[in-house]
């Protein structure tokens, strides 16, 4: 792997490491969860960003896929969202939020690692990633954490923005980052869920003025990055088939992904639960 060796501070690790897992996935961390832990009933660890998160009341309808992947899995796959808005690859190991994870997973887990929305940013050197370098360094900081702690780590591309061209053309917006990726998961022998490929062709079979049902436009805000509840259904639908065609999950922990579900009813939509307080900034 070339680029320059990452250096982490433990200091600020331990000192934010308590904040860093959402309430989802507190009962993980206990005694008592770990006591009870057994290989038929798994725990799936997301670690990523807003698009994948876990929302609160004063962020409705604003909704992370992260939070639909359970209408998908059996309810012997616990998931325990970990995501966070704004954080990149490099900012969530730097704030202590991978070692919350790694303090929590078991073996026969799993971690699901999806970043590169807030990886681009370039201004923001807290943020900011290199694709074929740090980036990839970063990310295997997720996969090597996993398998030390005899978990399946799993890589997930970057789910696309609601972007179309002139002509109605659904547009890539993540540059190298998926490609650096995909050739990561190929040289460390990952599972790799291509949520990039897959939803870039779901808005462009939806078209341009669809996708807007499935984003967060609202009265007041025309948002072509987070979801509302039908298009968090929706990506959540596809991490679930890629979860099974990948072989992740077998057949028996996989529901729903091949039914006539409507994204867009009160029934489906009805399911999703946003906490008490205030999203984390």
């Not at 954490?145 to 053309?169: I, Y």
């Amino acid at each position: 792997m070339k680029g320059r060796h990452i250096v982490v501070s433990t200091t600020r690790r331990a000192t934010l490491a308590a904040l860093a897992a959402l309430p989802l996935a507190a009962a993980v961390a206990s005694p008592a969860a770990a006591r009870s832990h057994r290989v038929d009933r798994r725990t799936l660890f997301i670690a990523g960003d807003s698009t994948a998160a876990q929302k609160y009341t004063d962020a409705a309808p604003e909704t992370g896929w992260g939070m639909a992947l359970p209408f998908f899995l059996a309810d012997r796959i616990r998931v325990a969202n970990h995501a966070v808005n704004g954080r990149s690859s490099k900012s969530f190991v730097d704030e202590g939020r991978l070692d919350a994870i790694l303090a929590a997973i078991r073996p026969g887990d799993f971690l699901l690692v999806q970043f590169a929305h807030n990886d681009e940013k370039s201004a923001d050197p807290t943020r900011y990633t290199e694709p074929w370098s740090t980036y990839q360094e970063y990310l295997k900081l997720h996969i090597d954490g996993a398998r030390a702690k005899g978990a399946r780590p799993v890589l997930a591309t970057s789910v696309e923005r609601r972007k179309f061209d002139a002509d109605g053309n659904a547009q890539p917006t993540h540059g190298d980052y998926p490609a650096a990726m995909r050739a990561l998961a190929k040289e460390e022998g990952v599972a790799l869920l291509d949520l990039q490929a897959l939803s870039l062709a779901l808005w462009q079979r939806l078209g341009v003025e669809e996708t807007k049902v499935y984003f967060n436009w609202t009265g007041t805000e025309q948002d072509n990055t987070h979801f509302n509840p039908p298009g968090a259904i929706a990506v959540a639908r596809l991490a679930a088939r890629e979860l099974l065609h990948a072989r992740v999950l077998p057949a028996r922990d996989v529901r729903r992904v091949g039914d006539e579900i409507d994204e867009l009813s009160d029934a489906w939509q009805s399911r999703l639960t946003w906490l008490p307080g205030t999203t984390p900034a």
